[in-house]
């Protein structure tokens, strides 16, 4: 009985410090290893097929001219009553030099998440919670009417 | 003893509904007298569309009775670009300027405008300790930089100078005029003073919240070189 006892107390022994010497290489592995940056899912490939499923409506147009006219202007030339007072001027939508060298996923990505998150001017604030998602491929689209041009 | 609950109860209700009244009737007067109400909406159950001038029913929680006496007889420009939805908003045409009164009048519209406050408005949640140096610093690219504030907000910047865009209202004065726990409450909740606003909603920590807060309530004029 006593034999048995001792062999139940050396087991529970055993497993405490098995557990202790887990969690203490855990601790040290966070210690060390930074965790790693919250990454954006990888942008899905078929953009195309979404942008033909969320056409300019007048819905889009209206956005565009209730909320990003006040930087980009009523024509979307960048002249906005802002564009004087912001440090970088806001984009001309309606040059289509600078924006075929951009893709769609590149313009949504400003759009929902701000200038700032895709290494452009922080005067551009995020719309993703303003907007639905539909509605943002949508306004890609318009900004695509605008400069008349495609991503190259 | 009943009976005499009774008719206290009674006697505070009519005084209760006669002081309503008379608040209501009072402001309606004075404010149809100046011509505030060609501009302003003193109740939400008017028109919502067609206004010229930001909603004044729940002006006891926005602003500060001193700036508003301040106001009312030598108006400062709150919205450089005009009010977003005034039909001349974006076409450049000149501010119209606010009208100005006499001190008494003054006194007695800020009085009746402190009075108009809105039904469950949380009280509280901003104290009066400001920001220390360090947050400061540190709210103040949050507000030019993470969040691109200063896109449509004028604000105070480092060389003490008015810097910023100007459809959204000026900030310069913010401390002055706004109260805390309003601030934080349009922040967190964009659209419910305003369901026309052309502000983006933003979803932050409540850290974030209480920290721009009050780094908007620490912009004021007399900052400015």
Redesign the interface.
């Known amino acids: 009985m006593k034999k048995l006892k001792n062999s139940i107390l050396q087991i529970i022994l055993a497993i405490i410090v098995i557990l202790a010497l887990y969690a203490c290489g855990q601790s040290q592995k966070e210690e060390h290893t930074p965790s790693p940056p919250i990454t954006k899912a990888p942008p899905e490939p078929i953009i195309q097929e979404k942008l033909v499923s969320h056409p300019v409506t007048k819905k889009t147009r209206q956005t565009y001219q209730w909320y990003c006219t006040q930087c980009h202007g009523v024509k979307g030339k960048g002249d906005g009553i802002n564009s004087p007072h912001v440090t970088v001027p806001p984009r001309n939508h309606t040059k289509a030099s600078y924006l075929e060298t951009r893709s769609d996923q590149e313009l949504f990505d400003a759009i929902s998440e701000g200038g700032l998150k895709i290494g452009r001017a922080p005067c551009m604030p995020s719309w993703g919670n303003t907007f639905d998602k539909e509605t943002i491929w949508s306004l890609v689209r318009y900004i695509r009417e605008l400069c008349k041009c495609e991503a190259v | 003893m009943k009976k005499n609950t009774k008719l206290l109860f009674l006697f505070l209700c009519v005084a209760f509904t006669n002081h309503l009244f008379n608040t209501a009737a009072y402001c309606q007067t004075i404010a149809e007298k100046l011509g505030c109400l060609e501009c302003h909406r003193f109740s939400s159950s008017s028109d919502e569309k067609n206004r010229t001038a930001p909603d004044l029913f729940f002006a006891g929680d926005k602003f500060k009775k001193k700036w508003l006496v301040d106001f009312l007889q030598q108006p400062e420009i709150v919205r450089p670009?005009g009010f977003t939805l005034d039909p001349n908003f974006?076409t450049?045409a000149k501010i119209k300027g606010h009208q100005s009164v006499t001190e008494e009048e003054a006194n007695q519209l800020a009085d009746v405008l402190m009075k108009l406050t809105l039904k469950g408005f949380s009280k509280g949640i901003i104290d009066n300790i400001p920001l220390s140096k360090g947050k400061r610093a540190k709210s103040k690219i949050k507000f030019?930089?993470?969040?691109?504030?200063?896109?449509?907000h004028?604000a105070i910047n480092l060389a003490r100078k008015p810097?910023?865009?100007?459809?959204g209202p000026s900030f310069i004065n913010a401390g002055n005029r706004l109260q805390g726990d309003w601030i934080y409450d349009k922040l967190k909740n964009p659209r419910k003073y305003e369901p026309l606003s052309?502000m983006?909603?933003?979803?932050l920590s409540e850290e974030d919240f209480v920290s721009l807060t009050k780094y908007v309530l620490s912009q004021k004029k007399e900052n400015i070189r």
Not at chain 2, 144 to 152: D, L, Q
Not at chain 2, 163 to 167: A, L, M, V
């Open positions: 670009g974006l450049g030019e930089r993470t969040y691109g504030c200063t896109a449509c004028q810097r910023g865009g100007i459809s052309r983006p909603i933003f979803k």
